[in-house]
Every structure is written in C-alpha cells, then in structure tokens.
C-alpha cells in the first residue's frame, strides 16, 4: 500500500467550542472592549462604531430580519440573506445580523451586474436583499427577475454618518433605528456543542468553478472562529518574544478596508479578525490608490492584508513616500508574487511582507509566516498554520515523493464541509475517502515550506478575484454569430502577476469584430471578467476526442508568442 507523507505544522492549538457572535461580542478571545471602536468611515472617522455599539446593532437587525421578514423563523441554516455592497461602517452587523436571526449570509460581489446577482438570489432561494446605495439599481433588477418583492430589498445607508436600514422604495421603518425600543432585540443563540459548530453553516461565499456556475461555499461557526483564533494565538505568541528581546515593545492594531468585502478577505479579514486584534478597521467604500496611501499615513495603518497588482502600484508609484511608516508587518495572497516585486515593495512599505496561501473554502488561509521570521525571496507561501494538515499527492490521489509536484489536499477545522446544495461538487472536492478536501493548487514543499506551482483547476485571478473560463465561454458561445470559444488566462505584461482573460473564438471576423466582442462581454458580465488579454481568432478550438478544450495547447500558442519577452519591472 503506497505510503501517505502528512505535512504537519509545528504546533496545534486548542479552540474552544463557541459560536461566532459569542467570540466576537462577549468572549475573552476577543481583545476589545464595549468602548473600542471596530469601524470608522475612512473618510469621515468621527462616523464610526464601537463594539458595544455594534453588539446593539446586530441584535436590532436580527430582530428585524426574523420578526419582519421570517429569517430563521422556521429553523437555523435555512433562510439565506444575499448582500451586495461596497465598504460601509455598519456591513459588519448586517452580517453578524443575519447570524444572529439564524440566517446565512451570501455575499455578491458588488461589481456585479444584475444577470450575475439574480444568479445567486436563485441558487440561494433568498427571498431577502441588502444593498448598499451603489448597488440599488441591480438589487432591483435582480429582485424583479428572481420574483423578490421590493419589499423585500433593503437598502443599508451607513456612510457619512447615516443610520439607515430601509426597503428600497422608502415605505417601510428604518430598521436600525430604536435606541428607544429595547424590546427590539433579538440574542443570538450560543452555540457550545461541537457537531453543532462544526455543521451549522452560517455564511456562503461563491468560488468560481472551472465547469458551470459559480459555487456556494458552506462556511460554519468553526471554519471561522478558527480562522480568527489561530493566527491571533500565533501573534500573541510574538508579541511575548517581541517583549523579551525589547520592553518597551508596543502593538496597536489598526486596519484599512479596501479590498471587496464580498470575498474571504473581506468578510473573515474586515468583520471577524479584527475585532478578536482588538483594532479598528477604517472603511473605504471602493479601492482608490491615491486615498489609499492617504489613508494608510492618516491612520497610522499598521497591518493589512492586499493583493499584488496593489503591491505594484506601491513599488512603481512616485506618489509612495512615508505613508507606510506605520507599518509593522504586510501579508500578500491571492496570487503568487514573485521575488523581485516583493523586494521592491518591501523598500517602498519598509517592513517585510510574507504570502500567505488559502481559497475560500479553507476560510481564508492555512499557510503564515510568523511576524519574526522571513521568507529570504525564496518565494514561499510560508509554513502550515497550526491545526492544519496537507498532503502532496498525484491524480490518482498517491502521495509523491517530498520535493515532487502534487496536489495540495487539506485537512484542518477551517476546511469547508461542502458547497451550497450541491452534492456532487461537494463529492467531487473531496478524496474518495470523504477525508481531505483537494484544492486543485499544485506545487511542492521544500525545507518545511510550500510553494505553489500551477493550479489544476482552470481559474483566472484577476486582482485577486476569481474567473471562470467556462462562465465566459458560454456567454460568447451565447452569441449567434461565435460558433466555437476557448478563455484562457494570459500574464499581464507589467509584472503584477494578474492574469488577463483572452478569448479564442471561431467566428467570421468580417461580421463580428474584436471589439464587438469585448463589448458584448463588457455588458453582460462585470469588471474583472473583462478580455483584457484580447480576442484571438481561430479556425478550430483544440479538443480532445472527448470534446475537452486542450487548454494547453492555447497556453503554448501564448509561450510561442511570448518567447524571449520576459516582462520586467
């Protein structure tokens, strides 16, 4: 029987059996008190709420959402709430809300556009919607289509110092409202019972597959409260080294919001983990370079996680000079970042960087560079996270030798336990044996650490978002007038390490143009899903006997192209 190598981590932590509202509001686990501030508006930092404030916050919305509008009325894990939103101050308690009502909260990408949106209210069967005022006009629409009443579509008003919880057509009360009606709280159940933790899914977050439509992802009150614990129990650990060697050693945690909160990075990174840090998270509602150094030097940022097309905007802009002096320690993640980048934006942000490797169905990540130790440019994503186990292994599911490609496959209490109603992709992400999640990540571990490789799976990541190939193609195989397509991901030239969707297609170019095409793409689909790699004609899209695009083959047609053209920084 073929041997099975386990890569284990250095050390293992004991996580209590508690829920999520219970770790973040009421535990010892959490470093705040009533009166730390959890979010301020970035632009408007008087407009901001404590935990105390918030904990008031989300047993109003529970109340609403479950004696209003029925979630959780029938039963916890059933009534999924959808959510598309920009950054705002109060998102966080829409989300520990709907927990709270014993719902599940879907986030949607708020670059969406309303076919995308309406997709995802169906497979949840949502009949409930929050918005925030950017994203009314596709709430709407998706509502119409999916046969939600607009009743039923709230609109979350939090920025500039609004307090606002209201449907769309301004009829109803303004749930958040009721620093006179105490009775209008709902508490949340506490949850001690492990099976309970482990099985109850209390968040979905959507991973773009490499067949169909995007998935589901079941996320629980363990893959998350573990998440939040294991690298605070790491940190903690530090901050005890960090006072042996100097005394005088102090930390405040201080964060900046400005990746998508619909994504793991925002809802684990922006509403959990920096409340069990004990620091405030300053909200900006969409990415803008120029107010995000602004910010980072206003507030004394001192840690946050970003992706490396943000990280070459640092290294290359003129505009950085010592708005990062407050920076202890920087995590990149989402897509590989090469040496040379890393050293470069180390230089502009002067503290080290460290990648860290995860997806959304192990809540985020499971692999981390303790703040004292460096990666030295090897590249690495860094050693295992406690309480995580990976194996390397072949297609056939056999261990490979230490140093080979493989596989990554993962156990751990921050793995999913499946996808949304969805049995046989759950079945299909899983080893025969039901026992280690397959990530479709290939790469290696040398010296105790691991570097990613490829991915098996055929995903484009564009500014650390997720592209389905197969969402894309059937869209253009949509049009009457493109008779075959193939998407695959191109590098971008200017060295951030995106990928560019470029489309293959067979088509008469004298009745349909590249741009027609684009545009066709441009208003069907949103922003990070654009053929920013360019439309490429072609007499026949390569496939195997059995009719599966040879994405390969494209890939070599794109490294004849490229021969000899290395991008440089």
């Known amino acids: 029987m073929p041997r099975k190598t386990t890569y284990l981590p250095t050390k293992d932590y004991e996580i209590p059996d508690i829920d999520l509202l219970t770790l973040i509001y009421e535990s010892r686990e959490s470093w705040t008190t009533d009166s730390t501030v959890l979010h301020a508006e970035a632009a408007q930092p008087t407009n901001c709420i404590t935990k105390g404030q918030a904990r008031d916050y989300t047993k109003r919305i529970a ?19 959808v959510c598309i939103s920009s950054g705002q101050v109060l998102l966080s308690t829409i989300f520990f809300g709907v927990i709270a009502a014993a719902g599940i909260y879907s986030a949607a990408s708020s670059s969406f556009t309303h076919p995308e949106l309406a997709r995802q209210i169906k497979q949840g069967k949502s009949r409930l919607i929050v918005a925030s005022p950017d994203c009314k006009d596709v709430a709407i629409k998706a509502a119409q289509e ?19 919880l209201q449907d769309v057509q301004r009829k109803g009360p303004n749930l958040i409202e009721g620093d006179n009606r105490p009775h209008e ?62 005394p005088t050693f102090k930390y405040e945690y201080r964060t900046l919001a400005h990746l998508p909160a619909a994504h793991i990075a925002g809802c684990q990174g922006y509403f ?18 120029a107010k995000f150094l602004e910010y980072n030097k206003k507030f004394r940022i001192t840690f946050f996680f970003t992706v490396p097309p943000i990280y070459l905007l640092i ?6 000079t010592d708005q990062f002096e407050s920076m202890h320690h920087a995590v990149t993640g989402a897509a ?23 997806l959304s169905e192990s809540t985020g990540s499971v692999t981390g560079m303790p703040w004292d130790e460096h990666d030295n440019g090897t590249g690495s994503v860094s050693p295992l996270l406690p309480n995580t186990r990976m194996r390397i292994v072949d297609d056939n599911e056999v261990d490979v030798e230490e140093g080979m490609e493989g596989e990554f496959i993962l156990q751990g209490p921050m793995i999913t336990k499946g996808y949304w109603d969805n049995e046989k992709a759950t079945r ?36 650390g978002l997720q592209v389905a190939p197969a969402e894309l193609e059937a869209l253009l195989l949509s049009h009457e007038l493109i008779l075959d397509a193939a998407v695959i991901g191109v590098s971008d030239p200017d060295g951030s390490g995106n990928e560019l969707p470029r489309a ?40 195997s006997p059995s009719g599966k695009i040879l994405r390969r083959e494209l890939r070599e047609m794109v490294k004849r192209e490229t021969s000899g053209q290395g991008a440089k920084l």
């Open 428 to 463: 299909e992400s899983f080893t025969k044996d039901g026992l280690w999640f397959k990530t479709g990540d290939v790469g290696l571990v040398r010296d105790g650490r691991f570097y990613v490789v490829d991915r098996k799976k055929e995903l484009i990541k564009y500014k």
């Open 146 to 164: 999916c046969g939600v009443p607009l009743d039923r579509v709230l609109i979350l008003y939090s920025m500039g110092g609004n307090r606002i």
């Open 185 to 246: 709280m709902l508490n949340w159940e506490a949850i001690t019972d492990k099976k309970t933790l482990e099985e109850r899914v209390i968040c979905l977050l959507y991973s773009s597959g490499t067949t169909g439509a995007p998935k589901g992802v079941n996320l629980s009150h363990a893959n998350i409260v573990s998440e939040a614990l294991i690298p605070q129990y790491l940190l903690r650990e530090y901050f005890v080294r960090q006072r042996r060697r100097d």
């Open 272 to 289: 959990v983990n920096p409340a069990v840090a004990g620091g405030p998270v300053f909200w900006m509602p969409k990415f803008d370079f």
């Open 504 to 543: 293959y297609v067979v088509a008469d170019r004298s009745k349909i143009s590249a741009d027609q095409i684009k545009d066709f793409v441009r208003k069907n689909l949103a922003q990070h899903k654009q053929l920013r790699g360019g439309v490429v004609y072609l007499d026949a899209i390569p496939k």
């Open 315 to 320: 290294a290359k802009s003129p505009l950085v």
């Open 336 to 358: 590989p970042m090469g040496a040379e980048l890393q050293s470069l934006a180390e230089q502009k942000i002067g503290c080290h960087i460290s990648q860290t490797w995860g």
């Open 63 to 81: 109340y609403h959402f479950r004696n209003t509008y029925g979630i959780g009325a029938n039963g916890p894990g059933r009534d999924v709430v």
